[in-house]
């Protein structure tokens, strides 16, 4: 299986689309899907619009199958990324995480998963991330991450 990193494209918004619109995938992330337009308008405008965030869609066998992001919140500089469910439980997320790890210069790095998300968690926490704390999203829980230096 070949997992490569590589710009986003136009089509690959609607493939992220449609994995946003997974329930199970809303479900675990604790992220409401977004309709068309307004899915399309972030993108565009803050995140391909966006000189700061650096973006990557994750391609497995030539295949769109998500995408890692990483953006600026005041002083941190967070990162997430959203896989669909056909390419979970593959350890593609982690290839995916080590590729872009290596491309992504600032440190530290921060991240949010919602802490029934115990796959996102484990994954995080394999690349280097350490628990720093809870934070709350609304009604949810989320648990505060961060990876200090760069993976070797």
Do not use: C
């Amino acid at each position: 299986m070949d997992v490569r990193l590589r710009d986003v494209t136009e089509a690959d918004l609607e493939v992220f689309l449609a994995q946003e619109h997974d329930p199970e995938a809303a479900r675990r992330s604790r992220f409401a899907p977004r309709e068309r337009e307004a899915f399309l308008r972030h993108w565009k405008a803050n995140i391909l619009g966006d000189p700061t965030v650096y973006v990557r869609a994750v391609l497995v066998d030539g295949e769109p199958a998500g995408n890692l992001v990483a953006w600026w919140e005041e002083e941190r500089r967070f990162i997430g990324y959203w896989l669909g469910r056909a390419f979970w439980g593959r350890g593609i997320g982690s290839r995916a995480m080590a590729l872009f790890l290596a491309e992504e210069p600032n440190r530290p790095l921060y991240a949010d998963p919602h802490e029934g998300n115990t796959a996102s968690v484990r994954l995080l926490e394999k690349h280097g991330f350490q628990r720093e704390g809870i934070v709350h999203h609304g009604d949810d829980q989320h648990i505060m991450l961060a990876l200090h230096t760069p993976e070797p």
